[in-house]
């Protein structure tokens, strides 16, 4: 696990602790020195903490104009005892929201479980959003993760999508195509 680094490609477009704005604004990072671990693995230092000890994220791309967030996520995403949601809405979602963000999508290749609660939050989460025009979609999540999300039935506040080839893209590139995707669902 220690080798699953957050995508960088985009860098040249966003890096998050240079963000005034971002809630990682000013973090260092060691390439080098591994100290964060999910149970008994060590993860690439690049992660952010977000508050949980299993659910760590990479805000990879923002823009405020637009009113755009990529995040990246890695770990087990856990609300029956972590309230992992609530991490990630409190310490990352929040403060982007208070900065016209409004379109998030979460990428979920490196997000290996999911463990449903209630879904208070992704109800809030989906009426703030849609509120500004805006929505939350999960991009690439595994399959046994989008069944455990249906369980639930966060499909009504959540899009997903699989097989996205999101990593050729420049990020412009990738959030205009996922809102045309999103918008397209819309109106059907």
């Excluded at 823009?63 to 972590?82: A, T």
């Amino acid at each position: 696990m220690h080798e699953i680094e957050p995508f960088y490609r985009w860098r040249d477009y966003y890096v998050a602790s240079d963000d005034a704005l971002s809630p990682f604004n000013g973090r260092e990072y060691s390439e080098f020195q591994y100290s964060t671990k999910i149970y008994n693995y060590f993860i690439h230092p690049q992660w952010d903490d977000i508050g949980s000890p299993t659910l760590f994220a990479k805000i990879i791309y923002a823009n405020y104009q637009m009113g755009f967030s990529v995040i990246e996520l890695m770990g087990e995403w856990n609300d029956c005892i972590q309230n992992d949601v609530m991490f990630l809405k409190q310490n990352v979602i929040n403060p982007q929201m208070n900065q016209g963000i409004n379109k998030f999508i979460i990428i979920g290749e490196n997000v290996l479980n999911f463990h449903y609660s209630d879904d208070c939050y992704y109800e809030e989460w989906n009426e703030e959003v849609t509120d500004e025009g805006g929505w939350v979609t999960m991009v690439n999540f595994r399959e046994h993760i989008l069944y455990e999300m249906d369980q639930i039935h966060l499909s009504q506040y959540l899009f997903t999508y699989n097989n996205i080839l999101w990593r050729k893209l420049k990020p412009m590139a990738f959030c205009l195509a996922m809102e045309k995707l999103i918008s397209h669902k819309l109106l059907v």
